[in-house]
């Protein structure tokens, strides 16, 4: 069943994967690369004529307005999507292609055509890599507990048994309503299975005087006053929640049915996106 073993007496109720769109924000950057690369091939054409004279060294002077539109277009977007989902991933990524457009141009001598098929079959691999982390996520729910695992480069598992879960959420947003897939996130007695959402608002102000004729030495008030308030929502990695399943409150009232009644459905739900 999975690389746990089987306890005794042990069931298989569902097998469950991601929907193919749970991880459409990866498709999206994946897809953003591509839009990158034609955007870049536009913006040298026009940028062609122009001559820059900038003191660096390392660059040829006729190609440091196409590097610096390359590091502009892919640095600012990686600093709005970290911002966006809060990881400095998109920033490393990001980053690292700009560099290597930038070695290929500048120290392979590779003319700036490069840069496009660069950003171009960075987000073809992009769509590739996405759908093997999706297929790599693995969920089992069984008589006894459910079991959650990712094999995509490592391994990480995470198991509960239905004595220690105390409440199940499900989240789903707007294209997962349409389309009917969600999370469900089971919460244990320890906090397991919440994060914390925190919003703080800070005032701060200063007030000096001084002087040579009028003060010998400066003198200085200052103030601040600072607030916030934090909120346990439900919350979880990918491979410590049943993340983007199909039909996520049918396999809530199936779970549900178990962990109350000790019920089991003769016909086990398998999930279709295997």
Partial sequence: MTRAQPLPGEKLVMKLKPHP????HLYAISGLLILFGYLIERMYAYIAGFKLRLPL???QQYNIANILVLWAL??????IIGFAYLRATSLLVFSAIAFTGTVMTEYLKMPLDTHYWLLTICGLVGFVLTEFYRRGHNYY???HRIVMEK?????????FAYSKIEDLAVV????GRVLNYGTVIPVTGSGFGLGEDSASLGIGGAVGVGGKRILPVGGGLSFS??????VLMPRGRT????????RPREVQQTIVMIMMQGQVPEKPTVGPYL
Avoid at 21 to 24: D, K, N, Q, Y
Avoid at 225 to 230: D, I, K, L, V
Avoid at 239 to 246: E, F
Wanted: hydrophobic share 45%; aromatic share 16%; proline share 5%.
């Fill in 239 to 246: 491979y410590h929640t049943l993340y983007g399943i199909p």
């Fill in 172 to 175: 789903q947003g707007v294209l």
């Fill in 151 to 159: 094999s995509f480069l490592s391994y990480d598992s995470r198991q």
């Fill in 74 to 79: 892919l640095v600012g977007a990686a600093i």
């Fill in 57 to 59: 060294p390392f660059v």
């Fill in 225 to 230: 006053a600072s607030g916030g308030r934090a």
């Fill in 141 to 143: 729910v069984t008589n």
């Fill in 21 to 24: 769109l749970a991880f459409w």
